[in-house]
């Protein structure tokens, strides 16, 4: 199956500073989407990007589909933004099969 | 805008008693997703619909079953419960129109099971 891994696992800001998030998956996809999980629990929908380069607000997102890898950019962090970020992607065989990564901790200093 | 409804959000159980989780998909979506998220892990995936008809299948153990209903809210029943069935459980939904690619997923914001 598919394997995604992203990095770093673990990243300290300080308010206001900027930071990349990686994702590098093993195989073609058709589906990348990039998810914010806050401290409650909830999951977010931040970007559905298989290919491309989206924009909203600080953050943006770029996936480069031949070399197989995924960036997620936050700008300004605020402390706001702390939780997990997870890249999950699937490919069509039939069916939807979803791979999560194992995420990037994010923690925001004020 | 609508959004995935799960019941409970709160769920205690005993070992070995059942456990019946509910999802309501967003409106006209026609895909749905079971997850299974144990402490500090990622969402691990369980089993999909598409159509009412059974898509993908994951992860899910024996114990456990679903099945979508023709309003095309879902249930997944799990049985036996272990220690180890303690987890947040996500149901996300999709709207897949056939053979597209495309396929953006909308989570719930899940059932939290906890097996004493």
């Known amino acids: 199956g598919i394997q995604v891994e992203q990095s770093p696992p673990d990243l300290i800001l300080q308010e206001g500073a900027n930071s990349t998030l990686r994702c590098n998956f093993s195989?073609?996809?058709?589906?990348l989407q990039w998810f914010h999980q806050n401290p409650w629990g909830q999951l977010i929908n931040l970007f559905y990007?298989?290919?491309g380069t989206k924009q909203n607000g600080r953050l943006s997102a770029t996936t480069v589909a031949t070399e197989r890898y995924s960036l997620l950019y936050i700008s300004s962090s605020q402390t706001t933004d702390s939780g997990v970020y997870f890249c999950?992607?699937?490919?069509?065989?039939?069916?939807?099969?979803?791979?999560f990564g194992a995420g990037t901790r994010l923690f925001v200093k004020a | 805008a609508a959004g995935v409804i799960q019941s409970p959000r709160h769920l205690i159980k005993e070992k070995r008693e059942t456990a019946t989780l509910k999802c309501y998909p967003i409106p006209r979506h026609d895909t749905v997703y079971w997850y299974q998220q144990g402490p500090g892990q990622d969402p691990q995936f369980l089993i999909s619909f598409y159509e009412k008809m059974q898509s993908d299948k994951g992860s899910i153990p024996d114990r456990f079953s679903a099945q979508q209903f023709s309003d095309y809210h879902s249930e997944l029943n799990m049985s036996s419960l272990e220690l180890g069935d303690s987890a947040l459980y996500f149901c996300?939904?999709?709207?897949?129109?056939?053979?597209?690619?495309?396929?953006?997923?909308?989570f719930g914001p899940g059932t939290r099971l906890t097996v004493l």
């Open positions: 195989d073609s996809v058709n589906n």
């Open positions: 990007i298989p290919s």
């Open positions: 999950a992607v699937s490919k069509e065989t039939g069916g939807f099969k979803t791979i």
């Open positions: 996300a939904s999709s709207l897949r129109r056939g053979d597209r690619p495309y396929n953006e997923q909308f």
